[in-house]
Nanobody
């Protein structure tokens, strides 16, 4: 069974930084791409950043240049370093992985950015 557990969310001031972590259970981590999504109140869940098994990265336009996704296969962990935070980054952040056609999600971690 695949399980994802996020951590690292919290309250930050505009211009500040937070680092999110997502630990994935099982031996499938190193061969799978990982993504971060977020969902703000009243809005649809949206893609934030992704990293492939080959360490190629992609970012949504609103976070380019401010967020950095990385992974540590030895720790089965994917990270999201968030710098220059803005109030519009306030959302619940989720990590996800696709395994054999099935999408798995973590429980989410709340990020709140005050102005």
């Amino acid at each position: 069974q695949v399980q994802l557990v996020e951590s690292g969310g919290g309250l930050a001031q505009a211009g500040g930084s937070l680092r999110l972590s997502c630990v994935v259970s099982g031996s499938i981590f190193s061969t799978n791409a990982m993504d971060w999504y977020r969902q703000a109140p009243g809005k649809q869940r949206e893609f934030v950043a992704g990293i492939t098994s080959g360490f190629s990265t992609s970012y949504a336009t609103p976070v380019k240049g401010r967020f950095t996704i990385s992974r540590d296969n030895a720790k089965n962990t994917v990270y999201l370093q968030m710098n220059s935070l803005k109030p519009e980054d306030t959302a619940v952040y989720y990590c996800s992985i696709v395994v054999r056609g099935n999408v798995y999600w973590g429980q989410g971690t709340q990020v709140t950015v005050s102005s």
